[in-house]
């Protein structure tokens, strides 16, 4: 059990036809949730990162919280750079114990993607590498982006040229709030799915019906991301607690409730993954 490597798990769930939950973490209390969650579930999950939330705090700040917590706990924990910007960022996350790392040269011309991401797989050894093709729409920290579908033929090409071990297409999710419920190729999905061996993830989900990403999840993507939907609860929480307790002035007795708030909703996100149990 404890802190592992993503690839295992989600090699798991691809054989298993289920999916894992990669939880953007903001805060030592949303990673506490996330392990609390994922405890109570006895399910794996994946604890992620912005490199937005990495200029707030430092890699080795997050990583100290979360693989800390993370081999304490009883079930696979694992730790991973989201959206990784830049080859530095994903060293260093490497270096601070982050046990799966992101790349992210979606917005790159294709040959320059291809690049990028092969020199971070070298760099990365055997800590699993996820990359993207194509653009998943929306804004995550200032990676701002319209939905590109991804090609499937340039989708194979690219994972056998890189040796990524899970990839993420671009397939009409987009990340942050949705102002109409979004339209994903489910068929294009599958096409990726039977030309791409590795694992998919899907990005933005926050915002899309569950019965939705459990179709996704019957079509091949084996990890699932949430942020926007936990920096929601989180938030609310809070807010709702200081309203409640204006004298409050100790941030444990207010940010607890967010946490609390954030633990219920990744125990029914987990449930959406279909992982309960499968630690
Ligand atoms: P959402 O904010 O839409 O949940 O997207 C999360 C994500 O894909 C992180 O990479």
């Keep these: 059990m404890s802190l592992v490597k993503s690839i295992e798990m989600l090699l798991k769930a691809q054989a298993g036809g289920y999916a894992v939950g990669a939880f953007n973490a903001e805060n030592l209390e949303m990673i506490q949730a996330i392990v609390a969650a994922a405890e109570k579930a ?9 490199p937005g939330t990495l200029g707030y705090a430092p890699p080795e700040a997050f990583a ?11 079930v696979p924990v694992a730790v991973h750079l989201d959206h990784g910007s830049s080859f530095e960022l994903a060293k260093r996350c490497k270096e601070a114990g982050y046990t799966s790392l992101m790349i992210d040269g979606s917005l790159l011309p294709f040959e320059e993607n291809v690049a ?3 020199s971070v797989v070298e760099m990365a050894g055997d800590i699993p590498v996820e990359a993207e093709l194509g653009t998943v729409g929306g804004k995550e920290d200032s990676h701002s982006a319209g939905i590109q579908y991804t090609d499937p033929a340039l989708a194979a090409d690219f994972v056998s040229r890189t040796g990524v071990s899970s990839f993420a297409p671009a397939i009409g999710t987009a990340h942050g709030i949705y102002k109409d419920t979004p339209e994903l190729k489910i068929d294009l999905l599958r096409e990726i799915n ?4 590795v694992p998919l993830v899907l990005h ?7 019965e939705t990403v459990r179709e996704c999840i019957a079509s091949g993507i084996c990890k699932v991301n949430y942020a926007t939907d936990l920096r929601k609860a989180f938030s609310q929480a809070v807010r709702t607690a200081l309203d409640n307790m204006p004298d409050a002035i100790d941030p444990k007795k207010f940010l607890k409730e967010g946490r609390a708030a954030v633990e219920t909703r990744v125990m029914e996100l987990i449930d959406v993954c279909g992982s309960f149990g499968k630690a």
């Design 42 to 50: 006895g399910s794996p999950v994946i604890i992620q990162t912005t």
């Design 64 to 74: 100290g919280a979360a693989c800390a917590l993370a081999k304490a706990a009883d």
């Design 116 to 118: 990028l991401t092969r």
């Design 194 to 197: 039977a030309r791409v061996g």
């Design 204 to 210: 933005g989900t926050s915002g899309v019906p569950d």
